[in-house]
């Protein structure tokens, strides 16, 4: 077979330019430290690169959600925790202004205060982060989740939603909270029921918040002070002597006549009590029965006594007498009538449900244990007949109303010092709710803090091993490479020498 010059050279020229290709690929490969440059180097571990850096890649978008996740959690722990702050000095005000010393001018001062704080209480609610987005509006970021409206309150604009960001494969973490849950969803008093003064009480009682004994049955009850009497009802004794008179024995309640009785006439507790409140209406006066005894008090309070007259009629001679109900010794002639004067003071109390029934009763002391229904609370002072308390169930109230109505009551005319003081025991008990349900919030905010953290460490340990699995089928051996790349320089040399000495091959060199 003949070899022509041109088959020679072109066969020369082949095998240099290969060389120089596989040289070139082993350079490339020593330069970029990788072994597979393109799938057709290797398609099975080009495939399992694919995949495992796309997996590194999603690891890495975990990591930044984490970052993100903890930047608005961070700031969301230190917002609450100025709330915190915020809510424990205003208690300390409260505190202060709980002392019967201080002046009308010195509440004052600390109502500015409060007033000031409650600016600040709403500034921090509606705190913003890095993106311009409301903390706590849920999933209405760009709406300004609190304001104060025009009857005195505060709405929310935001929802119950609650963003979360994934910071793993299979876990999601909350990077926000509802306000509504955190400032708005407080029950007040002790969380199951709350008590409070009547604002036109005039005595000077001051109600226990009170706490729960037993199992409270929800209803809203009415303390309600007033007079225990003597009275027990039964046959009315009219002694009927000498000269047959027709005698009668009336009943005046505030100057106005509530019963009357003839002779062999006959009321029960219940029946003179239902006597007295059929007149409740001019008399202002009503009447209670609970464990034989018969309480009465004003309607309203008003601070006033309340008067009970006793009259004999019809009697001619002095021998004619009969005892009242009150106890009251009258006589036909020398004191045919008697006046009792149940002062302002309240001797007694009477609890009555929503439904006006008497759930418990008793003589007042000031400071002694009322219990009833799961209800434990007290009334100290000197509360007047008629002055009222009220024990309803916890509801919800915000934060931002509790802290209003203390500063409303330590302004002037803010009402009595009693009413300022139940406001101010009341107020320190919401505070309390408040601070409980919020230091909660707090907590859970740094329980997911520590969650971010511990799966950021996971993921940190998963990228490693993803890394190095990755190395591990794409990374170079260049020990190995560096061997081959001087082989192949040395190959490429020689086939570089043997073209040259081929090329200089001829048949008229030979001849020479």
Partial sequence: MRISTPQIQQQGINTILDQQAQLNKTQ?????????????????????ILE???????????????????????????????????????????????VSTLSA????????????????????????DGNGEYLFAGYKG??????????????????????????????????????????????????TFTTADNAANTG?????????NGAFTSDTYTVILGHSTTVTGGAINLNDTGVNDTLQYQLRINGTLVYTGAEGSSR???????DINAQSGVTNVGAY??????????????????????????????????????????????????TISYNAAATGYVVLNSAGAVQTAGAYQSGAAINFNGVQTSVSGAPNNGDRFTISPSANQDVFSSVQNLAKALEPGGGTAAHVNN???????????????????????????????????????FALQTKETLSNVQDLDFAEAASRLNLQLTALQAAQQAFIRVQGLSLFNFLK
């Fill in 105 to 128: 001018v010195d509440r004052a001062a600390i109502a500015t205060e409060v007033r000031q704080r409650l600016g600040e209480l709403l500034s921090l609610a509606n705190t913003q």
């Fill in 204 to 212: 000077s009682g001051i109600i226990d918040t009170g706490t729960v």
């Fill in 52 to 98: 495992l850096s796309q997996a590194l890649a999603v690891i890495n978008q975990y990591q930044s959600n984490s970052d993100a996740a903890k930047a608005r959690l961070s700031l969301e722990e230190s917002t609450l925790a100025g709330v915190v702050n915020l809510l424990q000095e205003v208690r300390s005000r409260a505190v202060q202004a709980n």
């Fill in 423 to 461: 406001v101010i025991n009341r107020t320190l008990l919401d505070i309390d709710q408040a601070l409980n349900n919020i230091v909660g919030a707090q907590a859970k905010v740094g329980a997911r803090l520590n969650a971010v953290d511990s799966q950021k460490d996971l993921n940190d340990t």
């Fill in 289 to 338: 029965v609970s464990g034989g005894v018969l309480y009465l008090a004003n309607t309203t309070p008003n601070g006033a006594a309340i008067t009970v007259t006793e009259t004999l009629t019809g009697a001619s001679e002095d021998t004619d007498t009969v005892t009242g109900y009150f106890g009251s010794a009258l006589t036909g002639i020398t004191t045919p009538s008697r």
């Fill in 28 to 48: 490339l490969q020593v330069s970029t430290g990788r072994r597979v440059l393109s799938p057709q180097d290797d398609p099975a571990a080009a495939n399992r």
């Fill in 268 to 274: 029960t507790q219940a029946q003179l009590a239902a």
């Fill in 142 to 191: 760009q709406t300004q989740p609190f304001a104060a409206n025009t009857s005195g309150g505060f709405d929310y604009n935001g929802d119950s939603g609650q963003r979360f960001l994934q910071v793993s494969a299979v876990r999601q973490v909350a990077v926000s909270d509802s306000g509504a849950e955190i400032f708005q969803a407080i029950r007040n008093g002790n969380g």
